[in-house]
């Protein structure tokens, strides 16, 4: 059974930091291009970043570009997202996603993204 499983959520004041992570088990992960989304109350969910299989290519979202990055360790089969500089409007719940065959140069636009996600870790941003 395929999981991914995100973890790293918490409540900080604004100009602080978290680092994300998210767990797969089930799949091995060096094959999947992997991407961080948010989803808001009331508002539908967002791109945040992704990154290619290898790690070597990385796409960041322009509302947290400068402040956000995407790694991966293949070895480890977790994907993470630090957050620097965070803001209030960075609180959501933050989901990862795995697709096996679209790169991540797609996850911002496609609608379909993703062959499987997380249940999501709440990043609450006080101010």
């Known amino acids: 059974q395929v999981q991914l499983v995100e973890s790293g959520g918490g409540l900080v004041q604004a100009g602080g930091s978290l680092r994300l992570s998210c767990a797969a088990s089930?799949?091995?992960?060096?094959?999947?291009?992997m991407g961080w989304f948010r989803q808001a109350p009331g508002k539908e969910r967002e791109f945040v970043a992704a990154?290619?299989?290898?790690?070597?290519?990385?796409y960041i979202a322009n509302p947290v570009k400068g402040r956000f990055t995407i790694g991966r360790d293949n070895a480890r089969n977790t994907v993470y997202l630090q957050m620097n500089s965070l803001k209030p409007e960075d609180t959501a719940v933050y989901c990862c996603?795995?697709?096996?065959?679209?790169?991540?140069?797609?996850?911002?636009?496609?609608?379909?993204?993703?062959?499987?996600w997380g249940q999501g870790t709440q990043v609450t941003v006080s101010s």
């Open positions: 996603a795995a697709d096996r065959l679209r790169g991540p140069s797609t996850a911002q636009t496609s609608a379909t993204w993703g062959d499987y």
């Open positions: 990154i290619n299989t290898s790690g070597g290519v990385t």
């Open positions: 089930g799949l091995t992960l060096s094959g999947y291009a």
